[in-house]
């Protein structure tokens, strides 16, 4: 008993000095899935027709592999072949995310427009249905085709939140989530402050796309010297691809370790320069 009790009162101090230093709790996300949820997103946002997750990675794969075969045939290296079909793979993501980058850029002129349409049909005394079903004549150009399907959805189903997520899914777009959520909630609850609400929504994404074309055109510049900068050894290494006597230095492990250490340095060159040249992509937090 002359041990136990010491030894109870220690654990009670311990434990209440520890409760001085509460620990933070973090949501665990999962990488992978956040990174194929993002390449899913930008696959609908690329507004390429047919294209999937699924298909992009196989025609990678295949384009990685196909460039891997025809280098390995050309110069018998398989250090630049490995090399060179890594790029290539890549490249198929590569435009697919340039493509969705630049439909964004261009739709995020576009959402403003389409609020003032819901406020000024919500105004005239249009139900949200109707109000959504009517930016399918007009609304604009780039808009048009996914309200045209959700005007189809709900002629055929009159489900007005299952047509809403449909929707959300269609367009995977940070803006269209928080609009969309917004309408749902004012069916929903009602309430006469949806105008001043889609009046506030309007102005605010006008002054963030106005900052985010200022900021973009400064650095495009930087971003662009960059990515010159990334490329060029690899141009030069096409180049001495052609010429069989420079190969034969990479047949070597000095010559497979420079190329390790300089598809390596490449990469984390690649990445340092997206994070820093270029602003933040806003994310689906209303997915």
């Excluded at 993002?38 to 990685?64: F, H, K, M």
């Excluded at 929903?188 to 609400?197: F, H, S, Y």
């Excluded at 900052?211 to 662009?224: G, P």
Aim: hydrophobic share 50%; proline share 4%.
């Amino acid at each position: 008993m002359s041990v136990v009790i010491p030894l109870i009162f220690g654990a009670g101090l311990l434990c209440i000095w520890w409760s001085f230093w509460p620990r933070e709790e973090t949501a665990r996300r999962r990488t992978g899935a956040v990174v194929t949820d993002r390449l899913a997103d930008e696959v609908v946002q690329s507004g390429i027709t047919g294209l999937t997750r699924g298909r992009l990675l196989w025609l990678s794969g295949g384009a990685g592999a196909f460039a891997l075969l025809v280098v390995m045939a050309v110069t018998a290296v398989p250090a630049i072949a490995l090399a060179f079909g890594g790029l290539t793979a890549y490249a198929p993501i590569a435009f697919v995310r340039a493509k969705a980058r630049r439909r964004r850029s261009q739709l995020r002129d576009l959402w403003p427009d389409v609020v003032d349409h819901i406020a000024s049909a919500v105004r005239a005394g249009l139900a949200l249905p109707e109000s959504l079903s009517q930016l399918a004549i007009r609304g604009p150009e780039e808009l048009r085709p996914a309200f045209a399907e959700f005007a189809h959805d709900y002629r055929a189903t009159g489900r007005f939140h299952d047509c809403l997520d449909a929707l959300k899914a269609r367009l995977s777009d940070p803006v269209a989530d928080r609009l969309i959520e917004s309408l749902r909630i004012a069916r929903e609850v009602g309430g006469t402050d949806l105008g001043k609400l889609l009046r506030t929504l309007s102005t605010f994404l006008r002054d963030d796309a106005r900052t985010r074309a200022e900021l973009e055109a400064r650095q495009s510049w930087t971003v662009n010297a960059a990515r010159l900068a990334v490329a060029a050894p690899w141009i030069v290494l096409a180049m001495l691809a052609t010429r069989g006597s420079s190969l034969a230095a990479y047949r070597q492990p000095a010559g497979v370790m420079v190329l390790a250490i300089g598809t390596a340095v490449t990469l984390l060159a690649y990445r340092i320069m997206r994070r820093i040249g270029r602003l933040p992509v806003e994310a689906r937090v209303l997915r």
